[in-house]
């Protein structure tokens, strides 16, 4: 099976994930596990990565199933997880597995999608497997929160090809590395929606020797209605569209997110 997201390409990847500064920053934890907290256990988190969402979850008193491709990102998450108290640790399950297609045996009352997951899928086959998949798992009247981002029409028409970009602060690793990550698109394909990036990260290492490794990998994009119907044909209607994690309208600011939340539909 093909790994369009290049997680588990290099180790590198996960193991600087939570160090990155707009990750570490990013602003949708809250929104998430008060979500959980209204849907009650258990909670199911389809792209879970190193745990950025789920451990502050379990911490609010869920019960949490994570599950993620990557190996090398969930074992991240699993090593974070054996620093947290033995009733945290018991509320949290992780499961490799592909969200296009997953038997987990039980059923939930939320699922969620945090920070685009959804958007390394390819293909409309590939996101209405995931779909069909997470809905298989919800109880009746069960949401999912699909969280994705809003295409800037500016950064489609003008964004720089080929050219090293980023303004982000640098960070310092536990052992004394300082790294500075800067990002690339590659390929701006239009015609299927699909943008290759790198994310490259220049390293200094303590003892002088500089290194440079990149991330490579293809996100989709999706416009508002193109999402709501493929959240329609695959049995969700949309109860709430935000354009922020703060919970503002869709069109309050421009591009924000695209954060739906979809209730399961009787179809
Ligand atoms: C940007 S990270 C988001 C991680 C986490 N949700 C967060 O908010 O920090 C994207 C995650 O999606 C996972 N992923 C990509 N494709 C996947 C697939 N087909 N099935 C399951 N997980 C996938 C990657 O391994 C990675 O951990």
């Known amino acids: 099976m093909d790994i369009p997201s290049g997680y588990d390409q290099y180790a590198f990847i996960a193991e600087l994930y939570d160090q990155v500064v707009p990750y570490r920053e990013r602003a949708d934890v809250a929104f998430f596990v008060e979500a959980a ?4 256990s258990p909670v199911l988190e389809v792209g879970c990565g190193t745990g950025r969402v789920l451990i502050p979850t379990a911490r609010a008193g869920l019960e949490v199933v994570g599950l993620d491709l990557s190996p090398n990102m969930l074992g991240v998450c699993r090593q974070k997880l054996k620093d947290e108290p033995a009733a945290v640790q018991s509320r949290v399950q992780l499961v490799q597995a592909d969200m296009r297609n997953f038997e987990l045996g039980h059923l939930f009352t939320l699922a969620t999608i945090p920070f685009r997951p959804f958007q390394h899928l390819l293909t409309v086959e590939d996101q209405l497997a995931c779909l069909a998949s997470v809905r298989r798992h919800l109880v009746d009247g069960g949401a999912l929160i699909l969280d994705i981002f809003n295409p800037s029409l500016d950064f489609l028409v003008n964004r720089p090809v080929g050219e090293e970009l980023g303004e982000e602060p640098e960070f310092s690793t536990p052992d004394g590395r300082r790294v500075t990550r800067l990002h690339k698109t590659v390929v701006c394909d239009r015609v299927n929606q ?8 220049y ?3 303590p003892d002088g020797r500089k290194e440079r490794l990149a991330h490579a990998f293809s996100l989709r994009y999706l416009f508002r209605f193109e ?14 569209l935000y354009a922020d994690y703060d919970k503002s309208a869709y069109g309050s600011k421009y591009p924000g997110e695209l954060l739906f939340v979809a209730r399961k539909t009787g179809v």
């Not at 699909?194 to 990260?201: A, G, S, T």
């Not at 999402?227 to 709430?240: D, I, K, P, T, Y």
């Open 37 to 40: 907290r209204e849907a009650g």
């Open 194 to 201: 699909v943008n290759d990036f790198e994310l490259i990260y």
């Open 203 to 205: 390293v200094t290492h």
């Open 227 to 240: 999402a709501e119907h493929l959240l329609a044909r695959a049995g969700f209607e949309v109860e709430h």
